[in-house]
């Protein structure tokens, strides 16, 4: 067997939790503080369908080429605010919206095994992270709980102009830190963004299934399916190197 030399990591739903409550929160702030005459579910479950439509169409599955040009989470989001501001008549601000959104989700808390898991590994493997999201909100986490110094390369979508399961993103990853993707794991909660993405590049893959959700028929497996993100410590491919 090929030796592991890095550990790579998605961030939402892998290291820092994404509910739907949460999102609830947030647009009830939403309505709240722009006095909307509407139900923060009601708001949130039509945003969602233009929200949902944009990762749909950003990337073209059988080609799997990116769509042009590149559209950054935010631009996306106000753009879905727009829509569904106009389609609802409703007078909103459609960029105190989405910072909203962003400050919230700079804000979500980790899970309670994230830290240890990271340190863990630190300084036994090379370990990076990996996440379609913008820089916006996701820096403010890995401030916010003092994680950033865990990871030897931090890369989100807007860097690599390409969201998951596009290779260029996990290829980008690779090349900062010198690596083949043979010698890589990489850690994630989606059998589409983190396992064919990974897997399209010969990246191992463990998916973490908190939910017990049920697996696409049309997309490959996992190379291993752990219920915690504590149980990759024990792993026999990962813990023969731990110190």
Same mark, same amino acid.
């Given at each position: 067997? +090929? ?32 006095n ?40 996306a ?24 959104c ?9 899970f ?31 401030k ?24 260029d ?12 993707a043979?010698? +890589? ?19 191992r ?39």
């Amino acid at each position: 067997m +090929v030796a592991i030399k890095a550990i790579f990591f998605d961030l939402f739903e892998t290291l820092v939790e994404n509910t739907p409550s949460d999102w609830h929160v947030s647009f009830e702030a939403i309505c709240k503080d722009q006095n909307l005459s509407i139900e923060p579910s009601v708001l949130l479950e039509n945003w969602y369908e233009y929200e949902h439509g944009f990762r749909a169409w950003r990337l073209d599955r059988e080609t799997m080429e990116m769509r042009q040009p590149f559209y950054t989470y935010r631009e996306a989001w106000n753009w879905s605010f727009e829509r569904v501001f106009e389609d609802l008549n409703l007078n909103a601000n459609s960029s105190d919206a989405v910072n909203q959104c962003l400050r919230d989700l700079g804000r979500r808390p980790i899970f309670p095994d994230t830290i240890n898991v990271l340190a863990s590994l630190q300084g036994n493997y090379l370990v990076g992270l990996l996440s379609n999201a913008d820089r916006d909100y996701m820096e403010p986490i890995l401030k916010r709980y003092d994680i950033f110094r865990y990871f030897d390369s931090v890369v989100c979508s807007e860097d690599a102009k390409a969201y998951k399961p596009h290779p260029d993103i996990f290829q980008l990853l690779l090349n900062s830190l010198g690596l083949d993707a043979e010698n +890589v794991i990489h850690v994630g909660d989606r059998q589409e963004e983190d396992v064919w993405g990974a897997n399209r590049l010969g990246i191992r893959t463990v998916l973490i299934d908190r939910d017990r959700y049920i697996p696409n028929p049309l997309l490959p497996d996992p190379d291993i399916k752990i219920g915690s993100l504590s149980d990759l410590l024990v792993l026999p491919e990962i813990k023969t190197q731990l110190s």
